[in-house]
């Protein structure tokens, strides 16, 4: 089991950068895969970026390829997410996900462990 708690989200202008954080807390942080998803209002849920249980594979969605940036630190239970170049369609809630043994897919369904989320909000 693990559990998982978002921080970092905020409001920022166009253009503008922000860092996620995801702090896990548990057992064997490194056996899971780990996923960014977020959801706009009105809108279903969609990936943005997984990152493989060694840190080493990276799975981005098109929209978010060469702005935003994930990786991962074993020792210290943590993942993130690097925000740059942000857009008024970037606004959601981002939540942070586990998938045990698994291999960084943009399925969120295969997901077992979501955090609560934070809110990410780009003003034009």
């Known amino acids: 089991q693990v559990q998982l708690v978002e921080s970092g989200g905020g409001l920022v202008q166009a253009g503008g950068s922000l860092r996620l954080s995801c702090a896990a807390s548990?057992?064997?942080?490194?056996?899971?895969?780990m996923g960014w998803f977020r959801q706009a209002p009105g809108k279903e849920r969609e990936f943005v970026a997984a990152v493989s249980r060694g840190g080493v594979r990276t799975n981005y969605a098109d929209s978010v390829k060469g702005r935003f940036t994930i990786s991962r630190d074993n020792a210290k239970n943590a993942v993130y997410l690097q925000m740059n170049t942000l857009e008024p369609e970037d606004t959601a809630v981002y939540y942070c996900?586990?998938?045990?043994w698994g291999p960084g897919s943009g399925e969120g369904s295969v997901y077992e462990h979501w955090g609560r989320g934070t809110q990410v909000t780009v003003s034009s």
């Open positions: 996900a586990a998938d045990l």
């Open positions: 548990g057992r064997a942080f490194s056996n899971y895969a």
